[in-house]
């Protein structure tokens, strides 16, 4: 068999067998969990790939991102599936067995090594940690973006491969050939930040590329020379010509950066150093660089959210030297193992953004960030390992059982882990039971509960959610602890339990005066309970907060038909019948 013939039939089992694997998930639901925001209530999204769709993904801040392919792939998504989820899911899977097959094949154009490529996209496409970037519809920024991101790193290595081409073609045509790979690679950037700006530290991953192994590739070709021969050490490009070259390419990550935190600052995401101090932030980046090499080895208690932790100081220092030790032991080694140190700074560079130096959101980590910066962790491993077993004369049947005993495992935990997404109410029962002091997965879980029916169950985990101190995190706009309140006083409004009803929703006015919702909940439930005047103050007090709102008006006049107060009612009607009269007409008043 052909190099050729082998490294086809590698990316189409890569690609079958992911399939297989992640197959199930086309059977799954959407999850309450930025699912609903995301597709299932966002009316742009639904109206499939329009003029303006495309104009709104293209200058919308919504969901505190600004990711317009994203968008564009859900529209195409609703156009094809509509509202079944079954055709999103299918549309993940797809992208991922893509990833882990273009993964492969860079890593052989770059290496030259076909089954260390091939173990480290196994590893990629078949690590529990990375269920959630694909059975996650919501996730799709992750694995579309990472797409981008491999094509980028095919169009990098074919104009590195050009540029230092020894001969064979003229010096025009070589110019020629590496401007084009070189601007595919930076139109693939570009394609990249636009579905998910953790893309932002692709430029840093090339330049680790640059000194390994594209960096040996080069010395190798030259060293073949014979006009170089006497010249083996010659450096293959000054580390200035490499900064210059990528200088486009920090250009639109610098440019993404400012569009990014536009949209976040937009909609109030990133958490504010009053109430997370910098030193916290510290401490816990470093303790998450650990958890998540924790997690890479050992994937067990995964979950869609894990709560904030503040962190005591000396974990942060203890992960801090551990960290430090790592990093100095492969600069150490860079000479004999120069993969330890690409694939070891591939990880930590590509976590920053996400690490929670910038806290975007509630998560202290999340398995969805460790996609792309996994593949470092992977790429050292699986060097190291074979440099060890050459060194120890293993026979390749011995290395097909070992990466067996490796993969199999993985294969059987990333199938139960992905059977917890088949739906809300599995997915947020086994995140309560993994993680401690919860307040959005028991919420979620309550609404999810709710919605299928059990609205006692549901009423008990909102009363758990409530029971839970929110950290200086949640404590602000991210504190989804006064929808749970709401929806318990709506079930107990439901089933007559007036007192408590009234206490959840005089609650939520206590600490949200402006929560117009809980007014009208409260003022509903006052009726029901036959206060007619305490009643009407509350409609009083909500057609303040929406005086344009013709419902609001309506419901006043009612509660004051029911108070005999019948000059008012009328007063209130009319204000409501103005309020639904046509603008046309109102103009012409």
Not at 40 to 46: C, D, E, Q, T, V
Not at 141 to 147: G, M, P
Not at 225 to 251: G, I, Q, Y
Not at 479 to 505: C, D, K, M, V
Request: proline share 4%.
């Amino acid at each position: 068999m052909s190099n050729r013939e082998r490294s086809r039939l590698i990316c189409l089992l890569l690609a079958l067998i992911t399939v297989a694997l992640y197959w199930p998930a086309t059977g799954f639901d959407f999850i309450n969990f930025d699912d609903t925001d995301y597709i299932l209530n966002n009316p742009a999204i639904h109206q499939g790939v329009t003029k303006s769709a495309l104009a709104w993904a293209f200058k919308t801040s919504y969901a505190s991102n600004w990711h317009p392919l994203t968008w564009v792939s859900h529209m195409v998504d609703c156009g094809l599936y509509g509202s079944r989820a079954g055709g999103h899911h299918l549309t993940s899977i797809l992208l991922h067995a893509l990833n882990s097959a273009l993964l492969f094949l860079v890593l052989q154009a770059m290496t030259r090594m076909t089954w260390r490529s091939a173990m480290v996209a196994a590893l990629f496409a078949w690590h529990p940690l990375h269920v959630e970037s694909v059975a996650w519809v919501s996730e799709r920024k992750d694995v579309l973006s990472t797409l981008f991101w491999l094509l980028t790193m095919v169009a990098y290595v074919r104009y590195r491969g050009v540029r230092s081409a020894a001969g064979g073609i003229g010096q025009k045509e070589k110019s020629s050939a590496a401007w084009y790979w070189y601007g595919a690679a930076l139109v693939f950037f570009a394609l990249a930040l636009m579905s998910k700006p953790m893309a932002v530290t692709l430029p840093f991953v090339l330049l680790l590329l640059d000194d390994w192994p594209l960096g040996n590739a080069e010395r190798g070709a030259r060293s073949a020379d014979s006009r170089e021969a006497a010249k083996p050490n010659r450096p293959a490009s000054s580390l200035w010509n490499l900064l210059l070259e990528k200088a486009p390419f920090f250009v639109l990550a610098a440019f993404d950066c400012v569009a990014t935190v536009w949209a976040q600052r937009g909609a109030n995401s990133i958490v504010s150093r009053a109430a997370l101090p910098v030193s916290d932030r510290i401490v816990n980046s470093l303790v998450n660089c650990v958890l998540y090499l924790g997690k890479m080895l050992w994937p067990a208690d995964l979950a869609v959210l894990y709560p904030y932790v503040t962190r005591p100081m000396w974990q942060g220092a203890l992960a801090g030297c551990l960290l430090a030790a790592i990093s100095a032991a492969v600069i150490l080694a860079r000479r004999r193992a120069p993969y330890l140190g690409v694939g070891w700074f591939w990880f930590l560079g590509t976590l920053v953004p996400v690490i929670g130096l910038v806290q975007v959101g509630i998560q202290s980590i999340a398995d969805r960030y460790t996609y792309v910066p996994s593949i470092g962790i992977f790429i050292g491993a699986v060097w190291g390992a074979a440099h060890l077993l050459d060194r120890w004369n293993w026979p390749v049947s011995a290395r097909a059982m070992l990466a067996g005993c490796v993969l199999v495992p993985l294969i059987i935990c990333s199938h139960v882990q992905l059977g917890y997404w088949q739906d809300s109410v599995t997915l947020f029962t086994q995140t309560t039971a993994v993680t401690r002091d919860n307040i959005l997965a028991e919420y979620d879980l309550g609404e999810a509960l709710g919605r299928r029916g059990d609205q006692d169950q549901a009423a008990v985990h909102y009363l758990k959610a409530l029971a839970i101190r929110p950290s200086a995190v949640e404590a602000g706009s991210y504190n989804s602890q006064t929808e749970a309140r709401y929806n318990l006083g709506a079930i107990y409004a439901h089933e007559g339990r007036w007192p408590e009803a009234e206490a959840q929703f005089r609650a939520i006015i206590r600490e949200h005066p402006d929560h117009a919702q809980a007014h009208f909940a409260l003022a509903t439930v006052l009726l029901a309970a036959g206060r007619v005047s305490d009643a009407v103050a509350e409609f009083r007090q909500l057609t303040q907060l929406r005086p344009d709102d013709p419902q609001a008006w309506q419901q006043l006049g009612d509660a004051l038909l029911k108070q005999g107060n019948a000059s008012e009612a009328t007063n209130a009607f009319r204000m409501s019948a103005h309020l639904k009269e046509p603008s046309s007409q109102q103009g012409g008043q």
